[in-house]
């Protein structure tokens, strides 16, 4: 199996595609079946070759409603909710305390849109974010060094670097959005930020999933 291989083995990495637009599908299977899996399939290969294709339409469903809803911020509130396509069922102990790390920053991540105008609070979530940034790359390097000994293949290896790469590039745009946003104040480039680690942090999850497999 090729890395690319790899990759169609599984769905995108889309929050807006796995808790709003799924959510949605799965209702409409209950009457129609084939209906269902004909657009699930067809918006994950639009996301796919899209990326961000989803939430462009959500965005217009919205916009053409009228409807006065912030969907950066509502998405980083769904955030803290469990989705089964970003949880690591693993059995193994290392992979149970990465999901919970995992798990742990995207909630706190997703309190910041009720924190974030009051200045004590947030200043408090900063430090919890940087504490549960640090406690997910220990969780990562520990999956990494547990699995190196039993012949991690190496476009697994290549990946699940890459991913922790990305996602240290991503906590440092985070923590420079957070400087900027002190000096004007634009909260919805916060809620991008976090947005896109939050996004960076299920691909870990989803990388994860066949580790050492």
Not at 84 to 97: D, H, M, Q, S
Not at 139 to 168: C, D, G, I, R, T
Request: with cysteine; proline share 2%.
């Amino acid at each position: 199996m090729t890395m690319d291989d790899d990759n169609d083995a599984s769905s995108v990495v889309s929050l807006p595609l796995h808790v709003v637009m799924f959510p949605v599908l799965d209702e409409l299977q209950k009457t129609n079946l084939s209906e269902a899996q004909t657009l699930r399939a067809a918006f994950n290969k639009a996301e796919k070759e899209n990326p961000g294709i989803t939430q462009d339409l959500i965005s217009g469903i919205i916009k053409s409603a009228s409807t006065d809803v912030n969907i950066t911020e509502s998405l980083l509130r769904l955030a803290a909710y469990d989705c089964e396509e970003y949880t690591l069922t693993r059995p193994e102990t290392e992979f149970k305390k990465l999901n919970h790390r995992a798990r742990s920053l995207k909630q706190i991540l997703s309190k910041i849109p009720d924190e974030i105008h009051d200045r004590a609070k947030f200043l408090q979530t900063i430090k919890d974010i940087a504490s549960a940034i640090k406690d997910l790359l220990d969780s990562v390097n520990e999956v990494f060094k547990k699995h190196q000994a039993h012949q991690l293949l190496e476009h697994k290896k290549q990946m699940l670097e890459h991913q922790k790469k990305e996602f240290v590039k991503y906590s440092k745009s985070f923590s420079d959005t957070l400087k900027t946003y002190f000096k004007d104040g634009k909260s919805d480039n916060v809620f991008i930020s976090a947005n896109r680690l939050i996004n960076q942090t299920n691909t870990i999850l989803k990388t994860s999933k066949t580790i050492g497999q």
